[in-house]
C-alpha cells in the first residue's frame, strides 16, 4: 500500500520556534524555526512515504517566525516538496481533507500535527502523529 505523510507545517513551525534557542543567518535573518523544523522533516523521511506534503495556515505568526515561512517554503519547493494552503482553511482542515482523499484512494495517511483536533480522523488507513 502507498504511504502519504502529511505535515501540518505551522504546527511544527510554532513547536520548533519554542523549542529552541533562537537562531539567525548572518545578515540577521531569524532561522531557529527552520532549523527544526527540518531536523523533524528529515526523521519523517525515515518511512519512507511514497507522497508527501506540507500544509500552512495562511494567517500571521509573531512576526520573527513570520520571516521565516517564506524561506521554508522555498526550501520546501527546492527539495520538491508538495506545499498546500488555502484561503480561509487553516492547515488541519487541509491534513483532514487530504486524509479522506488518500483513504478513498487505498493510500495509507500519517498526519502529523500538533493538533489533537486531529484525533478524530483516525481509521485503519489514518494514523496521527502528534
Known sequence: ???????????LMHRAYY???????KDG???GAIYGFVGMLLKLLSY???????????????????????LLKELLREMGITICECERYEADDIL???????????????????????LQLINDHTHVLL
Open 48 to 70: 519512507e512515504p511514497d507522497y508527501l506534503l506540507v500544509a500552512f495556515d495562511m494567517h500571521g505568526p509573531p512576526e520573527d517566525l513570520r520571516a521565516q515561512f517564506p
Open 1 to 11: 500500500m502507498k504511504k502519504l505523510i502529511a505535515i501540518d507545517g505551522n504546527s
Open 96 to 118: 483532514g481533507t487530504i486524509s479522506r482523499i488518500a483513504d478513498k484512494n487505498g493510500v495509507d495517511a500519517l498526519l502529523v500535527t500538533g493538533d489533537r483536533d486531529a
Open 19 to 25: 523549542a529552541l534557542p533562537s537562531m539567525t543567518a
Open 29 to 31: 535573518t531569524p532561522t
